[in-house]
């Protein structure tokens, strides 16, 4: 029903000001993947468990509604790789600039996860025999397998079932989810920049009511940052691939509270965002979802397959091999931003040679060339199972008219994407930044620990799910023999009266405009080419913003209050990114970063992790090993000593 | 201000991201409890559809659709420029979503 024009009576009782206190061992804040696997990786470990999402667990964040890959099952029974072997690929396809730590989790502990999904009524194998004979089923585990068929360490699953049973499965280890939360703030010992987190603040995104949290242990499972560069106020919901509410809350209240962060200077040109793009995965394309859609152009000539060499693919089933001599390859979301030779796989020639070469533009993905197995898995499973393809995709061309069997869909644009986007207008995708952890996914603040897009290099579901699983475990392990949490009275005084600013505030300045002009600035002084006068003037300008805008923020209501807290946390990380920025003193090719006046691209001596973090207040810059994860199998079994994964049971 | 009367100010929608199909929706506002951005109300008569107050932050996601125990009830609608094209092969006739 379409809103009526006058205002409404809220429909929600109206509790401002009036405050619930909580206490548990183990705190998670976000209700994503990584939140729903930390509260069942913690719950299962004994402790007493809180879960705080801001929207609604059973559906929430960016892998909420579907999933149609799970990268990186290195320990599956029929991956021909070792988790050593494929985290050594991905951080060397990286150029280094890599999370050893947890793609390790990811590799040794991802099919433990998914095995656990399926004792929850996840659905991870063709149990139906829909694909019995296809060359990339396992006939005896039904596991079907996605791009790299001979090294069968991607798996195609049935993602959309997950989120359902991973919400159940909280609340069946008496996991306390309370939704519609925005957490505000994590509260530290006597209210200290870098001491021990002892628990959070949040605001019920309804009701206003505050909340405070006590915990012994805290698991940040928030989103990566977003809407910096790009914001659409006419359809704010689709300004960034992933949800509104995805919009790096973690990442800012982190930083409020001291955590260090790396990477956070890496941004890659826009590669997806309602305003100039069609809904992900819903145009003809080869990649991720779409792997190996067969092609034509406009005159129905099909378009050529090559492999890394250059050597044009005769059949389908080449474009699901390593090229000759290739050990693997890595696609789909764990695709190297920057083509790495030893890890490149097959792909159509490029769009210019195409084009010089005599093909038409534009061009179209032709499932009917494909053989049936193969177009199911692409057109029905893939698309039906990933991110929201399910209904906008699948149902809606479905409905009307569009028969994979006979019908050629319009390709928009290269690669994955169906758009182009100017160098500034820029987005935290492929392996962006994040906080910096130890091997028990710690941050460097005691008592608190991160997990999924929290971390930096973080990558998409499996990756999620692994390290939400393993952090909270770990924060389990802390909270049954840390002390007591003491909440510092003070701290959460502040809190309240900064958080609820923007509901006290009759009139004031709209959380659209302030976000707008966020990324104005992010699009002028931190776009593609960086230097120190622009970026130290960005950060007078988001300053400028803060006092000018920021400061009088206004919302008439709970819900207006929510996306006003959240454009305060944008502005927050905008400053984060900027420091980060102004940090590294040199070009880095695989953090798509360039400074005008540091143009030498990777001297050896930044080869390394560069840090920021606030003491006092002032961000503080340090520096990391470029491998300070050290051994990957030694450290992680002398951090998981008594760990037994369903793999391996 | 907890004493004060506060008020939802429904958005000028830049698009209609869901319809409702009146006869068949029964009101039961299961798709308000699984949207997580939030957008829907209930209504305030009983056993009407819920009031889409913020159709702008809508993520096009279908959760709302795929939980709705009454089939038909609620339509996901595509923005009218993601009319996406697709040809047929053997006829070259074009299609728009």
């Known amino acids: ?649 | 201000m907890t004493d004060e009367l506060i008020y939802a100010f429904p958005e000028p929608a830049a698009a209609e991201p869901l319809t409702f199909d009146q006869e068949i929706c029964i009101g039961c506002n299961t798709c308000v409890d699984v949207c997580q951005a939030d957008i829907m109300v209930p209504h305030p008569e009983y056993g009407m559809p819920p009031i889409v107050l913020y159709p702008g932050e809508c993520w096009y996601d279908g959760s709302c659709v795929r939980v709705c125990p009454e089939p038909g009830a609620i339509s996901l609608n595509s923005l009218s420029m993601n009319r996406v094209h697709w040809k047929r092969k053997d006829t070259g006739e074009d299609f728009f979503l």
């Open chain 1, 1 to 649: 029903m379409a809103a009526p024009s006058n205002p409404l009576e809220w429909p929600y009782p109206v509790e401002w000001d009036e405050t619930s206190s909580v206490a548990t061992d183990v705190l998670v804040l976000g209700g994503g993947i990584a939140g729903c696997w930390a509260a069942i990786g913690a719950a299962k470990r004994g402790a007493k468990v809180v879960l705080v999402e801001k929207g609604a667990t059973i559906t929430s964040g960016a892998g909420g509604s579907g999933c149609d890959h799970w990268e990186s099952a290195a320990t599956n029974p029929c991956s021909r790789v070792s988790p050593e072997e494929l985290t050594e690929a991905l951080i060397d396809g990286h150029g280094g600039y890599c999370n050893g730590i947890s793609h390790y989790i990811e590799c040794r502990e991802g099919y433990d996860r998914l095995l656990d999904l399926e004792t929850m009524g996840g659905k991870i194998r063709d149990t139906e025999d829909e694909f019995q004979g296809a060359e990339f089923r396992d006939e005896d585990s039904k596991l079907l397998f996605a791009y790299d068929y001979e090294n069968r360490f991607t798996l195609r699953v049935w993602g959309s079932t997950f989120k359902a049973a991973l919400y159940n499965e909280c609340r069946n280890l008496g996991v306390k989810v309370f939704d519609r939360l925005m957490a505000t703030s994590l509260l530290s010992l006597g209210g200290q920049q870098g001491a021990r987190v002892t628990g959070a603040t949040a605001v019920h995104t309804r009701t206003g009511r505050f909340f405070v949290f006590a915990a012994k242990a805290t698991v940040l499972c928030m989103s990566r940052p977003a809407r910096l560069w790009l914001f659409s106020p006419g359809m704010p919901g689709v300004s960034e691939f992933r949800p509104p509410q995805c919009n790096g809350d973690g990442h800012a209240m982190g930083w409020r509270a001291g955590v260090e962060f790396t990477m956070m200077e890496k941004s890659v040109r826009a590669e997806w965002s309602g305003d100039r793009s069609f809904p992900p995965y819903g145009t003809g394309n080869t990649h991720n979802t779409w792997y190996a859609c067969s092609m034509v152009d406009s005159t129905g000539r099909e378009i050529p397959w090559a492999d890394r060499d250059g050597n044009i693919l005769i059949d389908v089933s080449q474009r699901y091999r390593p090229a000759q001599g290739q050990r693997l390859f890595l696609k789909g979301g764990c695709e190297p931003d920057v083509p790495t030779y030893e890890f490149q796989g097959p792909d159509i020639l490029p769009v210019e040679e195409l084009l010089q070469q005599g093909y038409k533009l534009p061009f179209y993905a032709d499932l009917s060339a494909m053989s049936e197995l193969e177009r199911k898995a692409i057109w029905g499973l893939m698309v039906g199972e990933e991110g929201k393809t399910k209904i906008p995709i699948l149902e809606n061309y479905t409905r009307a008219g569009f028969d994979p069997d006979r019908d050629l869909l319009q390709s928009y644009g290269e690669g994955w994407q169906s758009g182009a986007f100017p160098p500034q207008e820029r987005q935290l995708f492929g392996f962006p930044g994040g906080m910096v952890n130890d091997w028990t996914l710690r941050t460097n603040v005691t008592g608190l620990y991160a997990a999924g897009d929290q971390l930096f290099a973080s990558n998409c579901h499996g990756h999620a799910a692994a390290t939400g699983h393993y952090a909270g475990r770990h924060a389990a392990d802390y909270a049954a023999s840390a002390p007591e949490p003491a909440t510092d009275q003070d701290q959460v005084d502040h809190e309240k009266t900064r958080a609820y600013a923007p509901a006290m505030r009759t009139s004031g300045t709209s959380w659209k405009q302030v976000n707008a002009s966020i990324a104005r600035i992010m699009q002028h002084y931190c776009g593609a080419t960086k230097s120190e006068e622009l970026l130290t003037t960005g950060l007078d300008a988001l300053r400028d913003a803060k006092d000018g805008e920021a400061d009088v923020l206004s919302a008439r209501n709970p819900h207006e209050l929510l996306r006003s807290l959240e454009v305060l946390n944008i502005l927050t990380n905008a400053e984060l990114v900027m420091h980060a920025c102004l940090a590294r003193r040199a070009s880095a090719r695989h953090l798509h970063f360039m400074r005008s006046d540091y143009p030498e691209v990777d001297p050896p001596e930044w080869y390394k992790f560069v840090t920021v973090r606030l003491e006092n207040e002032a961000a503080v810059e340090g520096e990391l090993a470029i491998d300070y994860f050290g051994s990957l199998k030694e450290n992680y079994e002398a951090s998981n000593g008594d760990y037994v994964g369903a793999a391996s049971k």
